[in-house]
């Protein structure tokens, strides 16, 4: 703190912006853990308005999450960004469709960490998107056509 406060003492205006960066990502991510996972109405809309076509989004994600979530791990590990960018987008997609709104965010932060190429961020944003996604199934649960056995 003594640093930073010294840096903008002497004019180093960066150093201000990444605070004010730090602290919206903060808030921004506060606001979404009290965020309902998904909205029903705009999601089924995003589906052309058939309840058939959100199920099987629905599906699809169930499908895809878990399979891509560990795709991401793997593509950390090995500090491939572009990789977990495009794994990232994908996720994104899905999820955007669903009308889930926090997880979109989450997913979106990973994507923007990957293709920038600042991994050192990257198991803090991963773990946020699990946790958005996490939320998501058990929301969504009800609205899968296949259910689970």
């Known amino acids: 703190m003594i640093k930073l406060i010294e840096?903008?003492?002497q004019g180093d205006g960066a150093a201000g912006r990444g605070v004010k960066i730090e602290a919206d990502q903060e808030r921004k991510v506060s606001q979404q853990k009290t965020a309902v996972p998904f909205d029903l109405k705009e999601g089924i809309r995003k589906c052309f308005n058939q309840l058939e076509l959100f199920e099987q989004t629905v599906d699809s994600f169930?499908?895809?999450?878990?399979?891509?979530?560990?795709?991401?791990?793997?593509?950390?590990?090995?500090?491939d960004g572009a990789e977990v960018g495009r794994l990232a987008h994908r996720l994104r997609g899905t999820v955007t469709y669903l009308a889930a709104e926090p997880a979109a965010d989450a997913a979106g932060r990973v994507e923007e960490i990957g293709t920038s190429g600042r991994m050192g961020d990257a198991q803090t944003a991963i773990s946020e998107?699990?946790?958005?996604?996490?939320?998501?199934?058990?929301a969504l649960e009800e609205y899968r056509s296949k259910k689970k056995p």
């Not at 169930?62 to 500090?79: D, G, L, N, R, V």
């Not at 998107?129 to 058990?138: A, D, V, Y």
């Open 129 to 138: 998107l699990e946790h958005e996604l996490t939320r998501l199934k058990t």
């Open 7 to 9: 840096r903008l003492a």
């Open 62 to 79: 169930f499908e895809e999450a878990e399979p891509i979530i560990k795709q991401i791990h793997a593509a950390a590990a090995k500090a």
